[in-house]
Structures are given as structure tokens and as C-alpha cells.
């Protein structure tokens, strides 16, 4: 059964940094690509960054430069570094894999079958 739990959300204020963390199990980690989403309140959940079964990332437009996804393989973890965070950041956030090569789809909700139950992070300004 797969799982995914997030941590390392929190409050911060605008320009600082936190780093999600997505602890995996269930699965064989390199077979799945990995991504994370977030969702403000009243919006949709959005794709932020995805890493492929091929090391590919991918990044949204609002976080490229500040925000870098890695995954450590042997300890099955997926993370999330972000920085100079703005109040426009703040959501959940929501670790997500799916087995297999994502291509396309790696930063698409609906190409997503597994979620953890996601981290607030909330940034002030």
C-alpha cells in the first residue's frame, strides 16, 4: 500500500525558506515519479514541481529559481526546498506519485493516483 506523509510546513515570513520533506513506502521509490502540489484556499491544487523516474524536473513558472525539488533514493524522501517565499505561496502542500514515467502529465493533478494528506505553509508579509 502506498504512502506518503508530508512534513516540515510552517509559518514564515516573506523572503524566508522551509523544506518539505515526503517520507515514502509501499512502493519501489525509483520506479514512481514524484511530484508536489499545493493549494490556496478558494483554488484549485496546483502543480509546483515534479521529478520523473528519469531524474527530469519540471517546475511551475511562479517557483522556478526559488524552489528545488530532490529525492533521496536510499531513504526513499522526496523534498522540497523552497526559498524567498512570498505570501502568494502560502497553501497546502501535497506530495504525490505515480508509478511509472510521468512525461507530460508530471505536473498535472489528474496524473497523480497517490497523495499524502499534505503541510500548511504559510507565509507573511
Known amino acids: 500500500q502506498v504512502q506518503l506523509v508530508e512534513s516540515g510546513g510552517g509559518s514564515v515570513q516573506a523572503g524566508g525558506s522551509l523544506r518539505l520533506s515526503c517520507a515514502a513506502s509501499?512502493?519501489?521509490?525509483?520506479?514512481?515519479?514524484m511530484g508536489w502540489f499545493r493549494q490556496a484556499p478558494g483554488k484549485e491544487r496546483e502543480g509546483v514541481a515534479g521529478?520523473?523516474?528519469?531524474?527530469?524536473?519540471r517546475y511551475a513558472g511562479s517557483v522556478k529559481g526559488r524552489f528545488a525539488i530532490s529525492q533521496d533514493n536510499a531513504k526513499n524522501t522526496l523534498y522540497l526546498q523552497m526559498n524567498s517565499l512570498k505570501p502568494e505561496d502560502t497553501g497546502m502542500y501535497y506530495c504525490?506519485?505515480?508509478?511509472?514515467?510521468?512525461?507530460?502529465?508530471?505536473?498535472?493533478?489528474?496524473?497523480?493516483?497517490?497523495w499524502g494528506q499534505g503541510t500548511q505553509v504559510t507565509v507573511s508579509s
Open positions: 504525490a506519485a505515480e508509478r511509472y514515467y510521468c512525461g507530460s502529465a508530471i505536473m498535472t493533478r489528474g496524473g497523480y493516483n497517490y
Open positions: 509501499g512502493y519501489t521509490y525509483r520506479s514512481y515519479c
Open positions: 521529478i520523473d523516474t528519469d531524474g527530469t524536473t
